[in-house]
């Protein structure tokens, strides 16, 4: 049950994990987006982050496939990204790395919050939860 009292049933989908299917995992998102009469903006927040979150999964892990959940809780969207990889902390070095490397804090800005449940060795596989509340 949600902080609303009522219980939540979440919208679920998994999709291959290979860059063609960003196209796909961006539909699910705007049409969910739409059924929930969000505002542009609003749609469009939601729209970056996940697909950043989903980029992450097929850039840096080998999964198969990524999962995606989507629920309202009273004025919130929660999405879910999970994947079956594994979690790499590090510190990053743009003179050794480069451009790029921002994905998180860009998914920080856009939503009110980001959860990762990170994946390891032992127990792979990584949950990243973002949530947009409408007030």
Same mark, same amino acid.
């Given at each position: 049950?949600?902080?609303?009292?009522?219980?939540?049933?979440?919208?679920?989908?998994?999709? @291959?994990?290979?860059?063609?299917?960003?196209?796909?995992?961006?539909?699910?998102?705007?049409?969910?987006?739409?059924?929930?009469?969000?505002?542009?903006?609003?749609?469009?927040?939601?729209?970056?982050?996940?697909?950043?979150?989903?980029?992450?999964?097929?850039?840096?892990?080998?999964?198969?496939?990524?999962?995606?959940?989507?629920?309202?809780?009273?004025?919130?969207?929660?999405?879910?990204?999970?994947?079956?990889?594994?979690?790499?902390? @590090?510190?990053?070095?743009?003179?050794?790395?480069?451009?790029?490397?921002?994905?998180i804090q860009l998914?920080?800005?856009?939503?009110?919050?980001?959860?990762?449940?990170?994946?390891?060795? @032992?127990?792979?596989?990584?949950?990243?939860?973002?949530?947009?509340?409408?007030?």
């Amino acid at each position: 049950m949600g902080a609303s009292g009522r219980t939540i049933v979440p919208d679920v989908k998994s999709f @291959r994990a290979h860059p063609s299917a960003l196209f796909e995992i961006r539909q699910f998102v705007r049409d969910r987006a739409a059924a929930a009469t969000l505002s542009e903006p609003t749609t469009n927040d939601l729209l970056l982050a996940v697909s950043e979150a989903a980029a992450n999964s097929i850039i840096h892990t080998t999964t198969a496939d990524i999962e995606l959940r989507w629920s309202v809780d009273g004025e919130c969207i929660a999405i879910e990204v999970r994947d079956q990889g594994v979690f790499r902390k @590090r510190v990053r070095m743009p003179e050794v790395e480069g451009e790029g490397g921002h994905g998180i804090q860009l998914m920080m800005a856009l939503v009110d919050q980001v959860t990762i449940e990170e994946g390891t060795q @032992r127990r792979p596989g990584t949950l990243v939860r973002l949530v947009k509340c409408m007030s």
